[in-house]
């Protein structure tokens, strides 16, 4: 199963890297780019909002504040791109350590009530400042190669999907988490320090979401309080995961991927009708947690699972043959 | 003389003006299997949050194996050997049974390749083996209240606090628990056992201690704790006094 996994991530990622040679004009590389982007911000949504279960109404606030260093560094600092980006993504990570502490210890609507405030607090702090420009946000020098930033999204993103997956499906810290999420007292009888776990889940979080930002920010080449700080970017990669499936790294990759096709071809063809968008988002959310809680990936590996469980079902029953009077 | 594994030392836990758990005293040696009973609301459960760290006790202290634990955190308490099951089962019902056991035995394993060979060994011993891959949730409450058990075991304790183990399931399933507790005894664990069920704890127990209204009002054999004044008064409501 897990060789199958590696097999899969491989063929996918040579194709990726080989898509560039396919389609080589910018605006195919552009939407590519845009695409694993979703794709990076929706798996490290799902880190605290699937796996440990506190859904972040604020993650696009670790994508801001990762822009806005990357633009500050470069603008005001003078630094070179490729020092600021990783400082994007620790900064991010150390505002989550920092949040944390006293959010983190809300469970439910108020944690995610708490986040969307933060978050917004975060756009007004931008806003008021003069050091980032103000409401007239900050212009970076053009660096017009989509090349470049395609390969840069690839990895950064291939490298928080490995390492994530590492963390979530292989490692213990997988196992702590899910914990936390089903059962946090339950969790605690059994030796999980659940203020540990769920920052450790928090800042593992926001770092990735942090680096994208930063990314971000010297591809657009313009960044406002408005496009990095708004509130459609939480939504969106909420969105995705959600339809997707949570607690999985291939549900919300699936679901970027599916949502963002689709916003690009309803953005080429039907833009006259842009303000459906917003709506048809909705619809897709509600109708997704009516029909399909668990999200696409997750009915579908529920289904491949529960063949595999009555298989194993069968084994035992001809190996001790008798019915447990337990279940 | 060694010390006993658990000293509790005139502890008192109050809720506002409520005194749940009244200036108990008692400790447990070595290898003891302890019942703990009393009607409802007797303060058994507080005592049991109060060892396994869930509360803090308003007054005295918690002594394991000689050290105050009063006031230190579950997960501290867990990862240095007090296991505990809870009386409202709390398994993790969307994973499967197997990583129920495996998040217990990580305390014990770092290692996940480790934790879950060990998770096996331990979910052979308390007869959960073949539920290992069906959801926790979708067991029944006599396979949850076993799984309760395991994800305790896991934990390899030395102190095993057991929380109504056996209510609410049929004589068979009693019996089977029962056997599971005395193997559990036989790998040298001290165990500190909460039960309604007169049976359960006449069978199990080396000593008995009685609460009634957060005060300990008898401690001593099943046999003479049951013939005991004080607890056949808490139990049927002699009115002596009143009269």
Known sequence: MRRRNILWFTIIFVALLLLPIIFSDPFSLRIATEALMWIGLAISWDVIGGYTGRVNFGHGAFFGIGAYVTGILMMKGGWAFPITVPIAGLTAGLIALIVGFPTLRLTGAYFAIAMWSLALAFQQLVLLMTITGGPDGMRLPAFLNPEFFFYLMLGIVSISFVSLWYLMECASFGLKVRSIREDESGAMALGMNPTKIKIQAFVLSAIPAGLIGGIYAYWISYIDPASVFGDIITDQAIVMTIFGGMGTLIGPTIGAVILFAFKTLFWAYLSDYEVLYLIILGAVIALTVFFLPNGIWGTLSAYLDSRKIKKFGEVISQSTGDDNEYV | ?243
């Open chain 2, 1 to 243: 003389m060694s010390e006993p594994i658990i000293r509790i030392d005139s502890v008192t836990k109050t809720f506002g003006g409520l005194h749940a758990v009244d200036q108990v005293s008692f400790q447990i040696d070595q290898g003891e299997i302890i019942g703990l009973i009393g009607p409802n609301g007797a303060g058994k459960t507080t005592l049991f949050n109060i060892i396994s760290g869930y509360y803090t006790p308003t007054r005295g202290h918690v002594y394991f194996m000689g050290k105050d634990i009063s006031g230190q955190p579950p997960y501290r308490l867990a990862t240095k050997g007090i296991g505990r099951t809870f009386q409202v089962v709390k398994p993790f019902p969307g994973l499967s049974v197997l990583d129920n056991v495996v998040i217990a035995s990580l305390s014990r394993y770092p290692k996940r390749r480790k934790a879950e060979e060990h998770a096996w060994e331990v979910m052979e011993f308390t007869g959960i083996v073949d539920r290992a891959h069906f959801l926790a949730g979708s067991l029944t409450l006599a396979g949850r209240k076993r799984l309760e058990i395991t994800k305790a075991m896991a934990l390899e304790p030395i102190l095993v606090l057991l929380d109504e183990v056996v209510a609410g399931l049929n004589p068979k399933e009693v019996d089977q628990t029962i056997e599971l507790i005395l193997k559990i005894r036989d790998q040298e664990k001290t165990i500190l056992i909460v039960e309604h069920i007169m049976r359960v704890i006449m069978n199990l127990s080396d000593r008995v201690v009685v609460l009634n209204f957060g005060s300990k009002i008898a401690e001593g054999k099943p046999k003479e704790v049951a013939n005991d004044p004080a607890v056949i008064k808490a139990y049927l409501g002699e009115e002596k006094d009143k009269a």
